[in-house]
């Protein structure tokens, strides 16, 4: 019989996944470029999550340390991608 921690991490890995095919959706029919942008911000989340999830379930620390790095280099992008939209350069 399953434990309750083996069910919940089951259950938060196929909301992830849902949650990363709506995004996915989102990214590519969005009506314009600020929600595929938001769209983009919020799938490098949810892999990050999905990321953190995993390394719950296997005991592992590398998937930790993945999780730190897509926060990382998803936040750097997001501001950049902003910045671009907003002014149309992204180095001034």
């Known amino acids: 019989m399953l434990t309750l921690l083996e069910l919940s991490i089951s259950y938060a890995f196929v909301c992830v996944l849902l949650a990363m095919l709506f ?6 029919m969005g009506p314009s470029a600020h929600d595929r942008v938001l769209a983009l911000d919020t799938l490098w989340m949810c892999g990050m999550l999905l ?3 995993l390394g719950i379930r296997f005991k592992s620390e590398i998937y930790f340390e ?3 790095l897509l ?3 998803g936040f750097v992008s ?3 991608m902003a910045k671009f939209l ?7």
Do not use: D, K, N, W
């Open 86 to 92: 907003m002014r149309g350069e992204v180095i001034e």
């Open 71 to 73: 926060a990382l280099l």
């Open 78 to 80: 997001t501001v950049a």
């Open 51 to 53: 990321a953190l999830v």
């Open 23 to 28: 995004c996915t959706v989102r990214l590519i």
């Open 66 to 68: 993945a999780a730190m």
